[in-house]
């Protein structure tokens, strides 16, 4: 049965004429208007991506040149004389489709060669349709070229290729150069749905457009994902049929095992995990599903307009994604897609790779504020420049969990190893104030706490996230927590001192906590310090002890610049380097 009517589909529903090829309206006109003017070019070179339709047109075109409904040349092919049907099925003596992958020799070419001398036995042209042109070696290629340099009048060489660049400029200097497009998402849907129509298949237009974004702009890929859920489905295609015969994972497991990320409840993941083992799904397949998974969070979370048409999900879906893409920082969700994409590496995906991709465009569209703080600490340490100092190396390790907050998790792509007492308690997602952290900070769980305001600041103001983050809590005293400082810091001191910043960063205490209203800040242990009151307090173009004109020099270089400029900063500090 599925046999049967997978052949019926595919006899049916390959474009007879040039104005059923779909998505390639560019083409095919032309073509059109180049054979009603009675211009027929001896070598026509397609490109474009497999299953677009090459082949198809290349069959179109040959039928146009050779139809006998008219005495020359038709754009209108009539489909039903001898040579338009016998051109249909493949087996016209006049129309040679060769596969460059197979037939890549020189005598291969060679024997083109010779047989292209001979007149068509029953047709005006005799037409070569060289599929994968760019697999021929290079002496075919040169045995080629001279074929293509004096053809015969009667010669029509049609190559087609999906790698054009593997084409010698020679060659496709002697062609006319036709370049297919991957087909719209629409375009796809209109024609499934004239296919659907037929076949008498009802299905709804997210299914279509769910095929549709699977195919990715191939008509072959689409065609073949309906031949398939139409024998596997019968008379009606559902949204979870599409699915099942895609092979991806149950939506609704994507969707439990990210509640479980973001309750942190562990047991129920390996639950998950467990259970794709168990039902024999691979897992590199369904690591790719929760890339995939994520990316449509971001995409919730990032695009204002267009969101059902990217994502191709059906409406209830929508709003649900929509909520949980709501629970997720956009920083968070970007480093979780980086994770996974990481994790997949090895699979050496498209999907991954366009992942990454995207993921990059939105960090890129989205950096002013929300670029990730290990990223740019990262950065800072190697420029060695701004103030900041040798955080990496030379800091004390109490203050190493702050910076690494946010990368626990899955196996990390960011170099910085977690701090030992951060992992179990600590949140994997930043909830913002949609979770407070809410308890009574104490001694004992102040870290965790710290780590939580470091979030929720950077949440909301990356310098000060930044700098929050080089603080190690030292204890807590009534309603205050102390925080150190190294003698390298200084420049976090003064910065998180400045009035604007202790409002913010008492705001979050209080909303976050349930004790903690403000903080002190301490350098090197328990000496209370205070050694430069007033530029801590001072706004921020002070700095009116620092020679200016070793400022503007430090300015002139481009990485302290960009420092400044990154991190709307001044230059408080401006010290030798002596080299040891
Ligand atoms: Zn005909």
Same mark, same amino acid.
């Given at each position: ?15 007879? *004429?040039?104005?059923?090829? /779909? ?26 991506? $497999? ?9 179109? &075109? ?116 036709? =370049? ?26 997210? /299914? ?86 994520? $990316? ?16 191709? &999900? ?45 993921? &990059? ?55 910085? *190893? ?93 909303? &976050? ?30 700095? *009116? ?11 002139? =270089? ?23």
């Amino acid at each position: 049965m599925a046999e049967g009517h997978y052949q019926v589909l595919a006899r049916t529903w390959r474009p007879q *004429a040039f104005d059923e090829v /779909v998505g390639q309206q560019h083409i095919t006109r032309t073509l059109q208007n180049a054979i009603e003017n009675q211009r027929i070019g001896h070598a026509y070179l397609f490109i474009g991506s $497999r299953g677009i339709g090459k082949t198809t047109t290349a069959r179109i &075109l040959a039928k146009a040149l050779n139809c006998l409904s008219s005495p020359g040349p038709t754009a209108n092919p009539c489909g039903t004389c001898e040579n338009c049907v016998s051109i249909a099925a493949g087996r016209n003596i006049d129309v040679l489709e060769i596969d460059g992958a197979s037939n890549n020799s020189v005598d291969d070419v060679r024997q083109i060669r010779d047989n292209v001398r001979l007149v068509p036995s029953s047709s005006r042209y005799k037409i070569y349709v060289i599929d994968e042109v760019h697999q021929l070696s290079g002496s075919a290629f040169n045995a080629l070229l001279k074929t293509l340099e004096e053809p015969p009048a009667h010669a029509v060489f049609i190559l087609a290729t999906t790698e054009a660049h593997k084409v010698p400029a020679t060659i496709i200097s002697r062609c006319q150069r036709y =370049d297919f497009r991957r087909v719209g998402q629409d375009d796809i849907c209109t024609l499934l749905r004239r296919i659907l129509d037929q076949e008498q298949v009802t299905c709804s237009d997210e /299914v279509l457009l769910a095929i549709a974004r699977a195919a990715d702009g191939g008509i072959r890929d689409a065609e073949s994902i309906l031949e398939q859920l139409i024998s596997y489905c019968g008379q009606e295609i559902t949204f979870k049929d599409v699915f099942e015969v895609l092979g991806l994972v149950d939506w609704a497991q994507l969707n439990a095992l990210c509640d479980a990320m973001l309750d942190k409840d562990i047991a129920t993941q390996l639950r998950i995990v467990e259970d794709i083992v168990a039902t024999g799904k691979d897992l590199s397949q369904f690591v790719q599903d929760i890339i995939r998974y994520f $990316r449509n969070l971001l995409v919730c979370k990032t695009a204002h307009t267009r969101i059902q048409e990217l994502l191709a &999900l059906p409406g209830h879906e929508l709003a649900a994604m929509q909520q949980r893409a709501d629970r997720f920082a956009l920083t968070r969700l970007i480093q979780l897609i980086e994770q996974f994409a990481e994790l997949s590496k090895g699979f050496d995906s498209q999907l991954a790779q366009r992942i990454a991709l995207e993921t &990059l465009l939105i960090r890129v569209s989205k950096v002013a504020v929300e670029v990730s703080i290990d990223t740019v600490l990262e950065k800072l340490v190697q420029l060695g420049a701004g103030g900041v100092g040798p955080v990496a190396a030379a800091s004390p390790p109490a203050a190493e969990p702050a910076r690494a907050g946010k990368s626990e998790g899955p196996p990390s792509p960011p170099k910085r *190893a977690p701090a030992p007492h951060q992992a179990p308690a600590q949140s994997p997602e930043h909830e913002s104030a949609s979770a407070p952290f809410r308890a009574t900070v104490t001694e004992s769980n102040m870290r965790e706490a710290w780590l939580r305001v470091t979030e929720e600041a950077g949440a909301e103001n990356l310098n000060l996230g930044i700098w929050l983050g080089q603080a190690a809590p030292a204890g807590i005293e009534n309603e205050t927590i102390l925080l150190e400082f190294t003698r390298d810091q200084q420049n976090a001191r003064s910065y998180l001192e400045r009035p604007e910043n202790r409002a913010a960063v008492e705001r979050i205490l209080r909303t &976050l906590t349930a004790n903690l209203t403000g903080y002190r800040t301490l350098v090197n242990g328990n000496v209370p310090e205070a050694p430069r009151p007033a530029r801590e307090t001072q706004p921020r173009a002070a700095a *009116a002890h620092v020679n200016p004109e070793l400022a503007r020099q430090a300015l002139e =270089d481009p990485h302290i610049a960009k420092v400044v400029d990154v991190f709307k900063g001044e230059i408080v500090d401006i010290k030798r380097h002596v080299k040891e």
